[in-house]
Structures are given as C-alpha cells and as structure tokens.
C-alpha cells in the first residue's frame, strides 16, 4: 500500500487595518484569473511553514519580516476529491502586520496586480479555501483547524 502524502503550503496575508493584500494570479497553471494572498508557495524540503512564509514574502513581494511578525490565522488540510498527490494539502495561513519595505510585484509573469481588500469586500473570484481562511482571520478566533473538500 502507497503512504498517504500531501503537499505542504504556507500563505501570508499581509495586513494594513482591515485590508489585505491580495495578488491577481496569471501563467501558473493554477487559479489563473484569481486573487490569492499576496505571498504563497509550497514548503521546501528542510523548512519550517514560518521559513517558507518569510521565503515566499521576500521573493514575491521584496519585503523582509521577521518570524515573530508572522500569526497563525489556520492550519487547513485539503482535497479536491481526487486520488492525484498534489491535490492533497496542508496549508499554513498567517497574517503579518509589521514588515520591512513597500510590497511590489518581483514575479511580473506569475502576478498581474497587487490590491489590498478589505475583509468585508474581498473579491468574487477568490479561491473557496482562502476565503474559509480569511473567515477565520476576519473572525479573530485565533488559529484554527480546517478541513476542505472532504
């Protein structure tokens, strides 16, 4: 029998009151067309969820924080219901409200624009998953446990 595996994610919201920064998606082959956080990627082997987050903050938006400028909003497990490895995750969200420097776009191919949304009008075309995430941080619970698509 194959071991279960699944493909480990962090995402940042970064914050400015009641705004997050969102990026408008494009040319990844993934939720083209959609609004995602404003830095995410996949955890690399030998890191943490908070490396990954700091890593993906600086090459996408060119901005440098520190690990304890990071809040855990969600842990989510995920499935899109089908038997394909990379469609069973594990992601990390957390917000970030103090960071050093001025976002920009650093990968123009990947992301056409950069918006802060406030978290009572996020955009339509935002992933379901997400906005389960972002519930949970305009909620202010603290971290929570999700589950998607089970």
Known sequence: MTRFSV???S???LRRGRAVLLQLRQNTGYMDGCWAAGAAGHVERGETAVDAAIREVREELGLSLAPASLTPVAVMQRTAGTDDPIEQ???WFFVCDEWEGEPEIL???KCAELAWFDLDALPDRLP???REALGALRA???A???AHGF
Do not use: I, M, N
């Open 7 to 9: 493909v480990p994610s």
């Open 11 to 13: 995402y940042v919201y």
């Open 89 to 91: 995750r594990v992601d």
């Open 107 to 109: 990968e123009p191919r």
């Open 128 to 130: 379901a998953y997400e």
């Open 140 to 142: 202010g619970a603290g």
């Open 144 to 146: 929570t446990l999700l």
